[in-house]
Nanobody, 120 residues
Framework: QVQLVESGGGLVQPGESLRLSCVAS????????VGWYRQAPGKQRELVAS???????SYGGSVKGRFTISRDNAKNTVYLQMNSLEPEDTAVYYC??????????????WGQGTQVTVSS
């Protein structure tokens, strides 16, 4: 079974930075896509950033230019560098990975989430 474990969340003031980590139980390159989603109370879960097995990246409009997604295959880890954090970034952040089998079935895996709170 695939496991994803997030860490790095916490309480910060506006303008500060955090780096989230997602450690997978198998090599990152084995997934067709890995990414970060977030969900705030009363809101739907939204895409923050993703990276494909080809290295293509996508970002949500509200974080573009402030957040950066990266990966380290040697450590089976995906990172989310978050700069210039704003109160509206407050949410639970989830790591996600998609895996395809030989029959082209796609399986979605999710971590337990890590809380990010941006407040004065």
């Amino acid at each position: 079974q695939v496991q994803l474990v997030e860490s790095g969340g916490g309480l910060v003031q506006p303008g500060e930075s955090l780096r989230l980590s997602c450690v997978a139980s198998k090599p990152i390159f084995s997934f067709v896509e890995v990414g970060w989603y977030r969900q705030a109370p009363g809101k739907q879960r939204e895409l923050v950033a993703s990276i494909s097995d080809y290295g293509n990246t996508s970002y949500g409009g509200s974080v573009k230019g402030r957040f950066t997604i990266s990966r380290d295959n040697a450590k089976n880890t995906v990172y989310l560098q978050m700069n210039s954090l704003e109160p509206e970034d407050t949410a639970v952040y989830y790591c996600n990975a998609d895996e395809a089998d030989g029959n082209m079935n796609v399986y979605n895996y999710w971590g337990q989430g890590t809380q990010v709170t941006v407040s004065s």
